[in-house]
């Protein structure tokens, strides 16, 4: 089974409907991160949070809320979808930072459509 | 803070070819640096990472990475390109005492039968 969950994988909606991607994480981790991919531009964060009580707004916050309702799980919301939130969006987890424990692991990702 | 730049947004080869793909950062404190790997409709793999000690890291299928401190590189190899490699490839840096990792804009390889 993943160790880091998405759901929906693909999601199409209109123009002002609120939206919530999941994420749900087996791997233990505190840690865990909301991205968005669009083409030639990488990855920009958009909120990340290091444990239950503690959110952190990333890059790109704006326009996006998040709730982390446990340990394992991390959501993101669009209020009012617009269409230029259409967009790959990623769920990632880490461990604290420390030798053997740097990297991220991500999901398979949320391909978003807002039309 | 960190950032990364990967020099060229798409690179191609023959199969059998070298591969070479190219990362520079910009960091104030030392780095611990990334490769990751996306295939069409996935998440991103981690291929390998630089955190201390020996400069060339080798990750998985046959890719390694060398990281040079003077050049402020960290440009990902691989002798002979296969048709599986074909997927686009992410850069990515974070300072060693925290999580706030920074990726590049991605190269997306293609390999030519």
């Known amino acids: 089974d993943a160790d880091v969950t998405q759901t929906p994988r693909n999601r199409i909606t209109k123009t002002g409907k609120r939206i919530m991607l999941e994420c749900s994480q087996t791997k233990g981790h505190d840690r865990m991160y909301w991205y968005r991919q669009d083409p030639g531009l990488g990855l920009q964060l958009i909120y990340y949070?290091?444990?239950?009580?503690?959110?952190n707004k990333g890059e790109i916050s704006d326009g996006y809320s998040v709730s982390r309702q446990a340990q394992a799980k991390f959501s993101l919301s669009l209020e009012s979808a617009i269409p230029n939130q259409t967009a790959l969006y990623f769920c990632a987890t880490s461990d604290l930072p420390g030798q053997g424990n740097n990297e991220q692991f991500f999901g398979p990702g949320t391909r978003l459509t807002v039309l | 803070a960190q950032s990364v730049t990967q020099l060229g947004s798409h690179v191609s080869v023959s199969e059998g070819a070298l591969v070479l793909l190219r990362c520079n950062y910009s960091s104030s404190v030392p780095p611990y640096l990334f490769w990751y790997v996306q295939y069409p409709n996935q998440g991103l793999q981690l291929l390998l990472k630089y955190t201390t000690g020996a400069t060339l890291v080798k990750g998985i299928n046959g890719f390694e990475a060398e990281f040079k401190k003077s050049e402020t590189s960290f440009h990902l190899t691989k002798p002979s390109a296969h048709m599986s490699d074909a997927a686009e490839y992410f850069c990515a840096v974070r300072a060693y005492n925290n999580n706030d990792m920074r990726f590049g804009a991605g190269t997306r390889l293609t390999v030519k039968p």
């Open positions: 949070s290091f444990d239950v009580k503690d959110i």
